[in-house]
């Protein structure tokens, strides 16, 4: 039996009531070696399958091959399993007779947003700014899709040293379709320690913040900062 | 002090540790009087606060007075309270001088993606297709967007009876920009008792099915049926 886990975004505050029992129940827990340590109190007995960025595809594969062999395994993800996470991949490697359960956990954007205030009170979307995976004019098409239907839009994987200008030019193809009246929202180690956050007009985001632990939300034409909070009203009458 | 939590689609065992913890130990709790019914098993001494649909206003409104007046007032909604729920609200209604703390919560998309499988591990839009607060030609034009920018789509708020065909006129915008070949999960009361889902083909959709505790999930090009579940790969390599 395989879980596919989200564990939210750090603090065992913040993971569900079941994510935390079947992390305590399970024989083997199999993950990236950050996430392991943020689980770290809940691990006592069960066997742990850890390795660095870029092993996914390795660490679902020993997951799926202990799940066969009888073993309980838990496949753990930050934030929910489904989105940017190892559920899909398990899916796909599954050769149809796994049992497998995708549980779900509190996604990046949530926790960032509840920082910032509400920002997703309406519609949004989710873009990740990552090429690895993803070709770079698709990313950048879908920026300006999300832009011209005035989403909010929360960027994943903002920045890393291989691209550190994706997330400049997406703001500029945000900013020609949208103008420079939009509020910006940066927060970075949402839920773990050191968190901290920024709010920006468009045109002064300091970009030297923004790094791999970032995740930004750009407002639309309605995203307002009402007492210091980011706030994008869903329009109720007052 | 007024925590604006989100408790999960619906069922104890998918709300955070610490949306649990802070219902426990608050003097009041305010909330729809559908969502008070979810929480039941949390309730001991908390003065409850309930009332129907379109009571928002007056609800927030009577936390926060309960609030300055010295109680710990929660302030619940369905799944999470920044997604199309009270976090905005309580934000736009305070004086500024308020403590205000949002506690995230699993929204219904990420709950529903899980019984779907993991139609969400690439970009994805959500979108309400309630025209009470939003103009009916504003939500059509982000379905076109989000269409024609390949995102996954999950539709909140698919039906109604006041607005029984907004989902069969989106579903025929996304069906123009993308063709036939998509896929289409429904999860009705995900993580509540009576839970069910449907994956269908874009043009075998049975309309009947989608009512007010629905939530309708549109695949983008590389959506896929793998062993019965509904996966959008990342692409990874296998």
């Known amino acids: 039996m395989i879980y596919v886990i989200g564990i939210g975004p750090g603090s065992l505050e913040m993971m569900t009531a079941q994510a935390k029992q079947v992390i305590t129940e399970v024989d083997t827990i199999v993950g990236y070696k950050t996430y392991i340590g943020l689980i770290k109190p809940l691990i006592s007995q069960q066997v742990i399958i850890e390795n660095g ?30 989105v940017y996470g190892m559920a899909g991949l398990i899916y796909e490697l599954s050769d149809g007779k796994d049992e497998i359960e995708v549980i ?17 009170m309406h519609d949004f979307c989710h873009i990740s700014l990552s090429d690895l995976l993803t070709p770079y004019d698709t990313i950048m098409k879908r920026i300006k899709h999300a832009a011209a239907g005035d989403f909010v839009i929360c960027l994943y994987n903002p920045k890393s040293k291989g691209r550190p200008h994706h997330i400049e030019n997406a703001i500029a193809i945000i900013r020609e379709e949208q103008g420079s009246d939009l509020w910006v929202g940066l927060v970075k180690n949402a839920g773990r320690d050191h968190q901290s956050h920024h709010i920006f007009k468009i045109d002064a985001i300091d970009y030297s913040l923004i790094d791999m632990t970032s995740l930004v939300i750009i407002g639309n034409q309605s995203t307002q900062i009402i007492h210091e909070k980011m706030v994008t009203p869903r329009g109720y009458q007052l």
Do not use: N
């Open 53 to 82: 960025m870029r092993g996914e595809t390795a660490r679902c594969q020993e997951a799926l091959k202990r799940s066969r062999a009888g073993e309980k395994v838990a496949v753990i993800s930050s934030g929910d399993s489904g």
């Open 104 to 120: 779900p956990g509190v996604t990046a954007s949530i926790a960032c947003a509840a920082t910032l205030g509400a920002p997703l």
